[in-house]
């Protein structure tokens, strides 16, 4: 050990013997920094060789290893929860078997974030490995917590006869940790059999919709005693009707009302706005009506709380609007506009939507409701990008392009939130709809082109391919924008005879055989062209002309046939198919007709038909698919 804190460059004077004294009882830590030690220069420490024999030996033998002291496990629990959200439970595994390496047991709080985890990742048999876990007698326990997360699972997993197995367990007293029932653990179980209900929308799943219902109907009689001690029955039936509310059969939430009177029980507006909305979904409208009254009714007897509020009145509007009842629209609108409801972003947007769908696209009462939720200076009530959209889709169909392109302005200077990809290519179409319904298809095709310009391509089957198709019809072939992308390995210049099919390939009929000659021909072959003797093409004969055997093919043949020299450019070629709806082009040499369509004695050097047009375009889609 060197020397600490000396003022001069002199040599060490001998300790004295009072300081070796203190050396052996080992005052000073071993494993303090020498820099902490500042001793005067009469208490200097020797050198380490002047230590005594049994101080070394004793500090030469290495100690026992110590406990690792108690970890604070937060920062694990959080760990856990933050891999939860991402889904990953296999990583929750192995870090907590790492933990367990190294603290040993883990406590209760640490394993149920465990159990959360493999029940939000849809894992209810490891959540039940888990929890055995804990309640063997070597684990950390189970707690109240620990039951309703293993309830919520086997109630999510639909594994109802396991849950209730458990409930009666802990009923009687029989289960691990002996926890109380609680309303905790049956709100727990039925909530999730709610959401189990909301996840069978399906047709598929109508009758499992069924049955978590009956499921729910049969926990709360069975266990209601134990809501009713705790003054909790009128939330537990507000459970029930809004899982009636999201089933295949919403009326069976009245049944839950007549029970809800029968018990006398005083609803609260999550009850009637619940009931409601059930009513609306099942098209009554008239008992939403006689609910609302009955809400306002009893609201002026004892307490406002029970007033109707913005979720009630947009809940009656969407039921309206769904029946297009204009005339129950207005008078709902009249009625929250002179009530003390709070008019928010939603219920204007809910007012909007209401008029649009009844029809009504310009009126006073639309007016005043685009004017009130664009109010610009207040930035809770600026519209979000949903109602322009819902104004557009109104407008583009009755072809008004001015409004279309006003709101799509005020769509970006006056709208809250982000604007989409999305939103923007749907701005777009509504563009190029409103255009065409106007009958302005320059302004469609100036649209369209900045579309395929922004994108690499869209599909037909979407709402920008039917839109474009239509500017295609209108535009022709020749004018057509998106001609370089429906074949991308054709020019519209080049020329005809590049793509056609070759007159032999062909195979054209005589003139003069008869029908019954050649039938079987039509099996394959829409149209067939036909040549004279001297090989000049005298005309085309079609399936649907093939009505006499023994008749001569030139009795039934149409000529002269459609004709296209061979320099024509394929673009021209298609839009005669296309225009004329013709099902065939005889290619003939540029010498033999003088630009005209028909000739009644062409020699043919090919043909281009629909077949080949289909050909090309099937090759495009192998190449884009590539």
Not at 182 to 208: D, P, R, T, W, Y
Not at 541 to 559: E, N
Request: proline residues 6%; positive net charge.
């Amino acid at each position: 050990m060197h020397c600490c804190a000396l003022p001069f460059l002199t040599p060490t004077p001998p300790p004295s013997p009072a300081v070796q004294e203190l050396t052996k009882a080992s005052v000073w830590p071993p494993n303090l920094p020498s820099r902490c030690l500042s001793l005067p220069p009469c208490c200097s420490l020797p050198p380490a060789s002047s230590f005594p024999t049994e101080s070394v030996s004793r500090r030469s033998v290495k100690s026992p290893m110590k406990p690792h002291p108690s970890p604070n496990l937060r920062r694990l629990t959080s760990r856990i929860v933050e891999l939860s959200r991402r889904r990953q439970l296999r990583q929750i595994f192995d870090e907590v078997e790492l933990a367990k390496r190294r603290y040993g047991r883990l406590n209760t709080i640490v394993m149920n974030a465990v159990m959360e985890a493999c029940v939000h990742c849809g894992d209810v048999g490891s959540a039940r490995r888990v929890f055995d876990a804990m309640a063997h007698p070597d684990g950390c326990g189970v707690d109240d917590i620990s039951f309703g997360i293993l309830l919520k699972g086997l109630g999510e997993a639909r594994k109802v006869d396991e849950a209730f197995e458990i409930l009666e367990s802990i009923e009687q007293g029989s289960a691990t940790g002996k926890p109380q029932l609680s309303a905790h653990l049956i709100f727990g179980l039925l909530n999730s059999l709610m959401e189990a209900v909301f996840c069978c929308q399906s047709s598929k799943s109508k009758l499992s919709n069924a049955g978590d219902m009956r499921r729910a109907n049969g926990l709360i009689a069975r266990y209601n005693f134990v809501l009713r001690e705790k003054g909790q029955s009128l939330l537990l039936y507000n459970m029930l009707i809004k899982g009636y509310a999201r089933s295949d059969f919403p009326l069976g939430a009245l049944a839950v009302w007549d029970e809800i009177v029968r018990q006398g029980l005083k609803p609260d507006k999550l009850t009637y706005n619940t009931l409601i909305f059930v009513c609306v979904k099942s098209g009554r409208t008239d008992a939403a009506l006689q609910l609302l009254a009955e809400m306002k009714e009893e609201a002026e007897k004892s307490t406002c709380e029970l007033i109707p509020d913005a979720v009630t009145y947009t809940t009656l509007l969407k039921g309206f609007g769904d029946n297009k009842d204009l005339l129950s629209v207005i008078k709902i609108v009249e009625e929250m506009k002179f009530s003390k409801v709070f008019i928010d972003r939603t219920a204007y947007t809910a007012m909007v939507d209401a008029f649009l769908a009844c029809g009504s696209v310009k009126g006073k009462y639309l007016s005043e409701v685009q004017v009130n939720s664009n109010a610009v200076k207040y930035s809770n009530l600026r519209p979000k990008p949903h109602l322009y959209l819902s104004l557009m889709r109104a407008f583009a169909l009755k072809g008004d392009l001015d409004n279309v392109q006003k709101l799509n302005i005020r769509l970006w200077s006056d709208s809250t939130g982000s604007i989409s990809p999305s939103i923007q290519a749907e701005v777009d179409e509504l563009l190029m709809e409103a255009a065409i319904n106007n009958n302005q298809v320059g302004i469609a095709k100036d649209i369209l082109s900045k579309i395929t310009t922004k994108k690499e391509g869209f599909s037909w089957t979407s709402r920008s391919g039917m839109i474009a198709i239509k500017v295609e019809a209108l535009l022709g072939f020749t004018g057509s924008v998106l001609s370089p992308r429906i074949l991308p390995q054709v020019f519209v210049d080049d020329p005809v005879e590049k793509y056609m099919t070759t007159i032999e390939e062909a195979r054209p009929l005589l003139a003069s055989i008869t029908l019954n000659k050649a039938i079987m021909r039509f099996s394959k072959d829409s149209a067939v062209p036909v040549v004279d003797d001297w090989g000049n093409c005298v005309g085309i004969v079609y399936r649907t002309d093939c009505k006499k055997l023994d008749a001569p093919i030139s009795s039934m043949m149409r000529g002269p046939p459609p004709c296209v020299t061979a320099s024509t450019s394929i673009g021209r070629a298609i839009d005669l198919l296309l225009e004329r709806r013709y099902q065939i082009l005889v290619v003939v040499r540029n010498t033999d007709i003088y630009q005209t369509i028909y000739s009644f004695s062409s020699r043919p050097v090919g043909v281009f038909s629909l077949e080949n047009l289909s050909r090309l375009t099937h090759i495009s889609s192998a190449m884009e698919e590539k």
